[in-house]
């Protein structure tokens, strides 16, 4: 069983900054791609920004220049520093991990986490 466990949210006000941590745990063999995802009220979950296990990353665009996706392999950890905080980025942010299922086999368990509220007054 694996599993992720997000922290770092909270409440900010516009302008300032925030860096969320995604800990994976468990009987873990490997990490394909991990990424973060928010859900705001009333709206669709979203991609915010993926990265693969080698490093390459991809951002949506309200992402794009002022947030940074990060992964430490070693300690099973996706981070995301997000600056520039804006009110319309008020959302439950969601980390999401790819697991290989079992040594040497190329099947991968998709795994959410729990959540954590990043709330960015005006």
């Known amino acids: 069983q694996v599993q992720l466990v997000e922290s770092g949210g909270g409440l900010v006000q516009a302008g300032g900054s925030l860096r969320l941590s995604c800990a994976a745990s468990g009987r873990i063999f490997s990490i394909n791609d991990m990424g973060w995802y928010r859900q705001a009220p009333g709206k669709q979950r979203e991609l915010v920004a993926g990265?693969?296990?080698?490093?390459?990353?991809n951002y949506a665009d309200s992402a794009k220049g002022r947030f940074t996706i990060s992964r430490d392999n070693a300690k099973n950890t996706a981070y995301l520093q997000m600056n520039s905080l804006k009110p319309e980025d008020t959302a439950v942010y969601y980390c999401n991990a790819e697991f290989r299922i079992a040594p040497g086999l190329d099947r991968y368990l998709e795994v959410w986490g729990q959540g954590t509220l990043v709330t960015v007054s005006s």
């Open positions: 990265i693969t296990r080698g490093g390459s990353t």
